[in-house]
Structures are given as structure tokens and as C-alpha cells.
């Protein structure tokens, strides 16, 4: 499977590299890195060994590639690189939206796998949804994902655009919880550098709670709520009909629509 070609290493591609060095998963001389503007975990590839930017005519001995561009450039990238490739390379895609038979023909009907990433991956706690109609293909996107964290097999491509919305984009929403939280400190009075401390603090600290502990997270939001007391005056409100729960579905679903029609 390699070596591995990366076309693209910005965020998400750079948390991949990060991921795998943290790993000690592949070798630097293993990897081959194609971007105009590597990112510094491209550069620290490139220190490790990998080789960065190399002459066209290299790309031809990648057994895997590494399709990490934005969805919106993904053609033209395709464009660039597909005629340098081996026929049997596999092209593995984490482009949200973008569907395995569209790459297949802009990729020369090579073989493809989609992968849905979480940035986590930097520090092997990230999840990938995996879909390859494929199962050497698959097998080949579990061997790259495996080192980052946990993998879940979909069942049909469709799923992706679902795991898109409810994965791939989620850690912002968590981030941007945590803003909306510190913000509310401070409109309660807090000094900005407490109310940092304290939401980050406390959700890190309850997130891996969650991770260590296994219990369903309804049952730790019990724990923590007592009767009449003041949890359960915010749960109230956070819970209630104009709650988190209407809005993650909105969210959800507007993510959604937007994978559907960046694969458009
Ligand atoms: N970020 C996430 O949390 C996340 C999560 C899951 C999946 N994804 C998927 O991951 C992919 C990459 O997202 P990202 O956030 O990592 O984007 P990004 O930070 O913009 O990284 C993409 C990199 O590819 C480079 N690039 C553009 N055109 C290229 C070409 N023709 N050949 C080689 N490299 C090229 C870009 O350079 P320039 O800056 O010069 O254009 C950039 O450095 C997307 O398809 C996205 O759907 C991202």
C-alpha cells in the first residue's frame, strides 16, 4: 500500500500526517506529499523524510493516494495528477460531498475508498466513516486510518453525506458550544480568563468522563441533575422545545444538504 501520495496537506491532510508520525504508523520515505502551500505538518513530514513536492514523473510508484483538497478544487486536482498515476493505485477521498463514481472517472476508473475524518486524527482521537464498494479498498483505508483512531464501516455511499453532518463537521460545533458558554460567563459577570477556563476546563473534563467512564451520556446529564436544582433550571431551557435538540436537527441537516450539493 505504499508509497502513499497526500494531494493536498492543509488541515484536515495535516492532521492525518500528525496523526501517523504520532503513531510512528508509516516511514517518512513511505510518504509523498503534493501541495502548493504545505501546511507546517507537511513540513514536518518533509523533516521526517517524506518527500514534498517531488517531479511528476515520481507519482507513478504511489500504491495509494491521499485525496485531501477541498471539494471545490478536487477536479482540478484530478486533472493535474491522474495521467502521472499507476493504474492500480487506489485513490482513497476525503472530500466531503464528492461521490466514489465521479472520482473513479476523473481518477481513470481506478478504484476508490471515501473517508470521512475527523481533525482529532492529529493526536489518534479522531473517528473516520469508511465506504468502498471495494473490499480491497476498504481494506486499504482501514490500514490508513486505524493508527488515528476509531473506524466505522458505512453500509452505503449515501451514509457519508449523514456522517459528514453528524462527524466530519461536528468538532466545530463542540467549539463553537464552548464559545457560546464562555460568552455566557462573561454576560454573567465572569472575567473573560475565568470563564475561559472554567467552560473549557469543565468540557474537556466531562468529555473524557464520558470516554473513560462508557456510560450513555443521558445518564451522566442525570448524575449531574439534581431535582429543582440549578442543572436542571438550564436543562430546562438547553433541553426545552426551542432547545439543543431542534437546533442539532437543523444543523444536522443543513450540513447535509451541503455535502449533497457539493457532490452536485
Ligand atoms: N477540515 C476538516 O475538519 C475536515 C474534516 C473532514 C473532511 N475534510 C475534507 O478534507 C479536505 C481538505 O480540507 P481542509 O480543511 O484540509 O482544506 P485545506 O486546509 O484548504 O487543505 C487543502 C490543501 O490542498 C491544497 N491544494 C489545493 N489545490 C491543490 C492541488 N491542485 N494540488 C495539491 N494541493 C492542492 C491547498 O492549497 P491552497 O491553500 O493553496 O489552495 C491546501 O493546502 C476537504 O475535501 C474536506 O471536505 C476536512
Same mark, same amino acid.
Given at each position: ?23 510512528? *504508523?508509516? &516511514? ?12 507546517? +505538518? $507537511? %513540513? /514536518?513530514? !518533509?523533516? =521526517? ?70 481533525? *482529532?486524527? &492529529? ?12 473490499? +480491497? $479498498? %476498504? /481494506?486499504? !483505508?482501514? =490500514? ?89 433550571? /438550564? ?30
Amino acid at each position: 500500500m505504499t508509497p502513499i501520495l497526500m494531494l493536498g496537506a492543509g488541515r484536515m491532510g495535516g492532521a492525518i500526517l500528525e496523526g501517523w508520525a504520532r503513531a510512528g *504508523a508509516f &516511514a517518512g520515505h513511505d510518504l509523498m506529499i503534493v501541495d502548493p502551500q504545505p501546511s507546517d +505538518a $507537511a %513540513l /514536518a513530514s !518533509a523533516r =521526517a523524510g517524506a518527500r514534498l513536492n517531488p517531479p511528476d514523473g515520481d507519482l507513478a510508484s504511489a500504491r495509494t493516494v491521499i485525496l485531501a483538497v477541498k471539494p471545490q478544487k478536487w477536479l482540478e486536482a484530478a486533472g493535474q495528477y491522474a495521467s502521472w498515476l499507476s493504474p492500480d493505485a487506489v485513490i482513497i477521498s476525503i472530500a466531503a460531498g464528492v461521490g466514489s463514481q465521479a472520482i473513479a472517472h476523473e481518477f481513470g476508473g481506478r478504484t476508490v475508498a471515501r473517508v470521512m475524518p475527523t481533525t *482529532a486524527a &492529529a493526536i489518534c482521537q479522531g473517528v473516520a466513516s469508511l465506504y468502498a464498494d471495494d473490499p +480491497a $479498498a %476498504l /481494506a486499504r !483505508a482501514h =490500514a490508513l486510518f486505524e493508527p488515528l483512531g476509531a473506524v466505522v464501516d458505512l453500509t452505503d455511499e449515501a451514509q457519508i453525506h449523514m456522517a459528514t453532518a453528524v462527524s466530519g463537521s461536528a468538532p466545530a460545533y463542540l467549539y463553537a458550544f464552548i464559545e457560546s458558554l464562555e460568552a455566557a460567563g462573561v454576560a454573567v459577570g465572569l472575567s473573560a480568563a475565568d470563564a475561559s477556563r472554567l467552560a473549557r476546563s469543565t468540557i474537556t473534563g466531562a468529555a473524557a468522563l464520558l470516554a473513560q467512564t462508557g456510560e450513555q451520556p443521558a445518564e451522566l446529564r442525570r448524575q449531574v441533575t439534581s431535582p429543582n436544582g440549578t442543572t436542571e433550571a /438550564a436543562m430546562n431551557v438547553l433541553l426545552g422545545e426551542r432547545g439543543l435538540p431542534p437546533l442539532m436537527r437543523e444543523a444536522v441537516a443543513a450540513a447535509l444538504r451541503r455535502s449533497k450539493e457539493l457532490g452536485a
